[in-house]
């Protein structure tokens, strides 16, 4: 596998790979960007050409062009060297057989139904005609790949003439066994919609219904049937038309939030290249976590109505943790984008233009309500729940704008709102620590260490001795793989290790192993001082001097072991 390794690397510089995902600038003789994976304003994400790697000196993360496209794809080693190796043109003959069989012919399969349904669309007239009568082009419908499913055994039958396994098409959930230990395909009378992975892959399938003439479907059909979870499907990692309109969002900075797969292609065909749907599955952190690599605002729509100024401070309040600007669209008299678009072609264009941000939404919605206005315990009540929305904003310039705006809109002195904001800011902290623990950054810088550290340990005895002695820096879940190297997990593990590492110089593995280690305990002790720097307030608290003294010993211990460390 190493060969063909080599040969990805020489056919797909790193720079010309990177430069696809991230916009970078000449910096001598190496290229300078924003770096996608953690928020900077300041670039330090670094692409050497010459040494065929990238670093950021601002969260540590560095490689390849394999590691990049693991990271920025959310993809496992073996899904990342199939993906390179088809855009490079390479054969790989050592793929691990099991790892083909898991993913690679799940991919087949799918792209093969995808196929399949495409060709039966464009031989049913009824279907053709419905999709176009819903404002459709042919252009768009070739350029999603649009299908229909007759149903009954039709895939099924067609999937194993190509040659492929009927339980591998049951793991793909494109069929399914009956009862009577019958395959059936999955959907029945269908226009098919294909769900693409952010590299373009087919995963799954939404199949909305479609009634033909003379075909009346049951009453308790549902109206769209979407593919089961997968290997190479989970419905929160996937945004419906993210492959088609990720280099336009990172142009844009900006993102289009739409709800289903018709609204998308109608924003896409009408010129607003940088949407997304959400299908109905509703924002993920993953979702979010992707779309915060390459944009800082979202646009979205909601309902004129108390549900939909509902569902906007949901979703509001988890965009506010990912430090995106939100803004705001109606659509009036139209149910939904698809709709308008169907009536007016530059529609979308026009309201996107005219986006207000979603608090100065929020407060014109409260305050233009006179009850609100002259009833001062109701008035309170709004502001209270207001700002605990504007306590989530992580930039406290942009909490400083909506704090002035909310003392504009409902008439309370900005001194009084920042005092009450300030109450209300310290018990949410303390509440979402005991929820979730350390937040999102936190946890992924350990769990990066961690990873590379196991990599690193399957290099050698020597090394994995040296990490096994320090496990209890480390999540338990990698010390489990370290100490239990049989399990499938590893396997994957050791794969990677073999690649990163195979033909590296011991006395640099050795290094970055002694680095890593250094990080992880800088981390532990980091959490380590912060617990302890809340068993001293609690102390104060309760004015107990010997649980005082006790706290400050810990946290000076700690404090001492972090300055240790940085001298090293």
Known sequence: MAKEVDLIKQKLPVLEMVRSYVTLTPAGRSFKGLCPFHQEKTPSFIVSPDRGS??????????DIFTFVMKYENMEFPEALRFLAEKAGVQIRAL???????FGVLYDINEAAKDFYAAALAKHA???EYVRSR????????????????????????????????????RAGLIYKTARNLYRDRFEGRIMFPIFNQVGKVVAFTGRIFAAPGVTPPDDAPKYVNSPETPVFNKSRVLYGLHASKLNIAHEKTVVVVEGQMDFLMAYQSGVKNAVAVSGTGFTEHHLEKLRRVADTVVASFDNDDAGRKAMERMLDMLNRYDFHTKVVSFGEFKDPAEALQHDPDYLRRVLAEAKPAFAFLFDKYFSAEKVRSDVALKKRVVVHLLTLLSHLKSPVERGEWLRALSAASGVSEAALQEQLEALVVPQEKKEEAEHGPGPFEESRVSRIAKRLLSVAFTNDELKGIILSNKEYMPRGFVDILEHPEAESAGMLQMQSTYL???????????ECAELLKQLQLEYFKRAQEGARGEIKEAEQADDEEKLRAAIAKFQEFSKKINELKLQ
Do not use: M
Not at 54 to 63: I, K, L, M, P
Not at 501 to 511: L, N, P, S
């Open 135 to 170: 404002g459709l082009a042919d252009a768009t419908v070739k350029e999603f790949a649009l299908g229909f499913s007759p149903g009954g055994e039709a895939l099924t039958l067609h999937l194993i003439k190509q040659g492929f396994d009927v339980n591998d098409a049951v």
């Open 96 to 102: 691990n057989p099991q790892h083909q069989r898991e």
């Open 126 to 128: 009824p279907a053709v």
């Open 54 to 63: 990238w670093h950021c000196f601002g969260c540590g993360e560095g490689g």
């Open 501 to 511: 590492f195979g033909t590296a110089d011991i006395k640099e593995v050795r290094e």
